[in-house]
């Protein structure tokens, strides 16, 4: 089984200021990791995917975030955000195979991220 | 292409009553995936349909089920409403070759009173 957590469930910082999402995951076995965003009324779209290959990965808007498998982390970043980057963010895990894997997304509790002028 | 649809996006039930929703996937796709979202639980998955088939399923009650027909339309029912099934219900499709992105509609906002 998977698990996901997001350490900060608030994250307010001010427009153009650089800004940090953690996210730590616990899987029995090797898993895909993923960042997507929330905004009011909406479902969600994904800014990055961690598959294989390089650590560091960039994403759509200006996001990136960094693989770290010996913290088992994947923590997303910008440095500069802007108003409309406020929304919730929703860092997500699924197992690499398998068949509990299949079509299934283990996500955590999201950070909502409010960007100030 | 056009994206993932879902009807009704809005529903009231009472308690007791049933409830279908309907997802789209984007053409071609032929995995649906079915989430509930709540503020106290968050995202957990539902289940997952591709060629008509249940792969996986999630922790949920036996009321919670769903079915995918030949076009790869999906949807879902839930029985005996309760009030805490009242969430959103937010439907994903994959496309076929491993890119593993799931593409999600907006949701259907199921409100039980």
């Known amino acids: 089984a998977q698990s996901v957590t997001q350490l900060d469930s608030q994250v307010p910082v001010f427009e153009e200021a650089p800004v940090e999402l953690r996210c730590n995951y616990s899987?029995?076995?090797?898993?895909?990791l993923f960042w997507y965003v929330q905004y009011p009324n909406q479902g969600l779209q994904l800014l990055l995917k961690?598959?294989?290959?390089?650590?560091l990965v960039k994403g759509i808007n200006g996001f990136e975030a960094e693989f770290n498998k010996s913290q088992t982390s994947f923590h997303l970043r910008k440095p500069s955000v802007h108003i409309s980057d406020t929304a919730e963010y929703f860092c997500?895990?699924?197992?690499?195979?398998?068949?509990?894997?299949?079509?299934?997304?283990?996500f955590g509790q999201g950070t909502i991220l409010t960007v100030h002028p | 292409k056009a994206g993932v649809t879902q009807t009704p996006r809005y529903l009231i039930k009472t308690r007791g009553q049933q409830v279908t929703l309907s997802c789209s996937p984007i053409?071609?796709?032929?995995?649906v995936s079915w989430y509930q979202q709540t503020p106290g639980q968050g995202l957990q998955f539902l289940f997952e349909?591709?060629?008509?088939?249940?792969?996986n399923k999630g922790n949920f009650p036996g009321r919670f089920s769903g079915r995918q027909f030949s076009n790869s339309r999906s949807e879902m029912n839930v029985s005996t409403l309760e009030l805490g099934d009242s969430a959103l219900y937010l439907c994903?499709?994959?496309?076929?070759?491993?890119?593993?992105?799931?593409?999600f509609g907006p949701g259907t906002r199921l409100t039980v009173l």
């Open positions: 349909y591709f060629s008509e088939t249940q792969r």
């Open positions: 997500a895990v699924s197992a690499r195979a398998g068949g509990t894997s299949y079509g299934k997304l283990t």
């Open positions: 961690y598959l294989s290959g390089s650590t």
């Open positions: 899987s029995s076995v090797s898993v895909y």
């Open positions: 053409s071609g796709h032929r995995s």
């Open positions: 994903a499709s994959t496309p076929s070759g491993g890119s593993l992105e799931q593409f």
